[in-house]
Nanobody
Framework: QVQLVESGGGSVQAGGSLRLSCAAS????????MGWFRQSPGKEREGVAA???????TYADSVKGRFTATQDNAKNTRYLQMNSLKPEDTAMYYC??????????????????????????WGQGTLVTVSS
C-alpha cells in the first residue's frame, strides 16, 4: 500500500555530490526500514544504506563516510546524501521499504538489514552517473 517516489539522480564528476529524495505515501507501518539499493549492469544488487523509523542508520562498507541517510518525518521524505562520489558509484538507485532487522552486536540494538529478503515497496529508480 505504500508508494515511493524518488528523485535527485543525475550526472556528476568524481568528487561531486548528489542528494536523492524518496517521498512515501499511503499507509506505512509504525516500525519500518527505508533502504537504498543500487544496481548496475553485471553487478549484484547492493544495499548501500538504511534508516529505521527511529532514525538509526546503517551503511555498506563501500559507502561509509561518504553517504548519509536522513529523514524528514514532517514531509514523510527520506534522503540519501552522497558525497565524494566515485565512478564505481554509478548505478540505478532505488529506495525501498521493508521490515527486516538484525542485531548489531557492537551497537547493542536492532538495525535495518541492508539486503532484506522481502521488500514491501520500491521506488521507480533514479540514475546516478559519476564520470572520471
Amino acid at each position: 500500500q505504500v508508494q515511493l517516489v524518488e528523485s535527485g539522480g543525475g550526472s556528476v564528476q568524481a568528487g561531486g555530490s548528489l542528494r536523492l529524495s524518496c517521498a512515501a505515501s499511503g499507509y506505512m507501518y509504525s516500525t519500518y526500514c527505508m533502504g537504498w539499493f543500487r544496481q548496475s549492469p553485471g553487478k549484484e544488487r547492493e544495499g548501500v544504506a538504511a534508516i529505521d523509523s527511529d532514525g538509526t542508520t546503517t551503511y555498506a562498507d563501500s559507502v561509509k563516510g561518504r553517504f548519509t541517510a536522513t529523514q524528514d518525518n514532517a514531509k514523510n521524505t527520506r534522503y540519501l546524501q552522497m558525497n565524494s562520489l566515485k565512478p564505481e558509484d554509478t548505478a540505478m538507485y532505488y529506495c525501498v521499504v521493508h521490515t527486516e532487522m538484525s542485531l548489531d552486536a557492537g551497537l547493542g540494538i536492532a538495525v535495518c538489514r541492508l539486503n532484506p529478503v522481502a521488500v514491501d515497496a520500491w521506488g521507480q529508480g533514479t540514475l546516478v552517473t559519476v564520470s572520471s
